[in-house]
């Protein structure tokens, strides 16, 4: 078990430009999840994947904002056009049916939208 | 609009003292409330988590205690260790749901 994995842990742009993170969940998760945190707040459900099937999307996730599982695996977040409203840090969580509904969060990227 | 309503933002609390955080809940369709457990620059972690079907959990230090009737549950942290320092976010969701609903968080300073 070596955890959830994110990259990168860091991002600093330009408003305007697209951002891509990724998240490589442990290995034997079907269940993936992408939350938002920003400064003073808890973490917000963006989006859910259980395997490569992308289930429930919240109303928080415009369409600026597009998520991949591609095949069950890691999974890709992409903001395009960013804005300054963006800067947060991005979490991403696995888990499977053994656990029990517990999450297993990455360290998160970090946006900064200049 | 906030599902989960947590306090107080921030606690001082001496070690080997007690720290009580209270959350507050809405909807009656949750029926699952972990807390998370949170320290700088990494993701959170499930610390302790309960069900409506008991009105206390314990697991070492940490004890969640649960009360349906006021939809308020609350985590204690019995001889609290400057380890302890983090923030703490509780959290609700219902079975069958994808998403959890966090609290605001409340960040735990434990002075030696």
């Known amino acids: 078990d070596t955890g959830v994995s994110q990259n990168p842990r860091h991002k600093i742009t330009k408003r305007g430009q697209n951002v891509t993170f990724r998240c490589d969940p442990i290995s034997e998760h079907n269940r993936l999840y992408w939350y938002r945190q920003t400064l003073g707040q808890g973490p917000e459900f963006l989006t859910y994947?259980?395997?490569?099937?992308?289930?429930?999307k919240s109303r928080l996730l415009s369409d600026r904002f597009s998520a991949e599982r591609p095949k069950g695996s890691f999974s890709t977040l992409e903001i395009q056009r960013t804005e300054q409203g963006d800067s947060a840090m991005y979490l991403c969580?696995?888990?499977?049916?053994?656990?029990?509904?517990?999450?297993?969060f990455g360290s998160g990227t970090q946006l900064s939208v200049l | 609009q906030q599902q989960v309503k947590q306090s107080p933002q921030s606690l001082i609390v001496q070690k080997g003292g007690i720290s009580i955080i209270n959350c507050a809940y809405e909807n009656t369709a949750f029926d699952y409330f972990p807390w998370y457990q949170q320290f700088p620059g990494k993701g959170p972690a499930l610390l302790i988590a309960?069900?409506?079907?008991?009105s206390e959990k314990k697991e070492g230090r940490f004890t969640i205690s649960f009360n349906k009737s006021a939809k308020q549950f609350s985590l204690h942290i019995m001889d609290s260790q400057p380890g302890d320092s983090a923030t703490y976010f509780c959290a609700a969701s219902r079975t069958g749901a994808n998403n959890l609903f966090f609290g605001t968080g409340t960040r735990l300073t434990v002075i030696p």
């Open positions: 969580a696995s888990t499977n049916r053994a656990y029990n509904e517990k999450l297993f």
């Open positions: 309960i069900r409506p079907d008991v």
């Open positions: 994947f259980q395997n490569e099937a992308q289930l429930e």
